[in-house]
């Protein structure tokens, strides 16, 4: 069982990425899936939540208007898509998949960095 984020990388300052998270071992369609962050230094914080089959959860504040979660159920993966990227916006990118948004996750992906720098 395991879980990936990727999509991550170096973008300037108003630029976009999307990231995606994949599942081994089991149907990430089944799940809720959160998409979290870490900058260095500081603690890891969660940007939004799709839960399973419908619904989300708030979004950050600093990321409203700006970042979009979905599911493409087709490749069984959800993504992030981040536009107006801010150098704020520089972390760690993790996903994790569980039950319900409102529980704590059963599995954590790998991270994936994703830097904003002129």
């Known amino acids: 069982v395991q879980l990936q984020a990727s999509g991550g990388g170096l973008v300037q300052p108003g630029g976009s990425l999307r990231l995606s998270c994949a599942a081994s071992?089991?149907?990430?369609?089944?799940?809720?899936v959160g998409w979290f962050r870490q900058a260095p230094g500081k603690e890891r914080e969660e940007i939004v939540c799709?839960?399973?089959?419908?619904?989300?959860?708030a979004y950050l504040d600093s990321v409203k208007g700006r970042f979009i979660i979905g599911r493409d159920n087709d490749k069984h993966t959800v993504y992030l898509q981040m536009n107006s990227l801010k150098p704020e916006d520089t972390a760690n990118y993790y996903c994790?998949?569980?039950?319900?948004?409102?529980?704590?996750?059963?599995?954590w992906g790998k991270g994936t960095l994703v830097t904003v720098s002129s």
């Open positions: 071992g089991f149907n990430l369609n089944t799940k809720a």
């Open positions: 994790a998949a569980g039950r319900i948004c409102a529980s704590a996750p059963d599995y």
């Open positions: 799709i839960e399973n089959p419908v619904g989300k959860t």
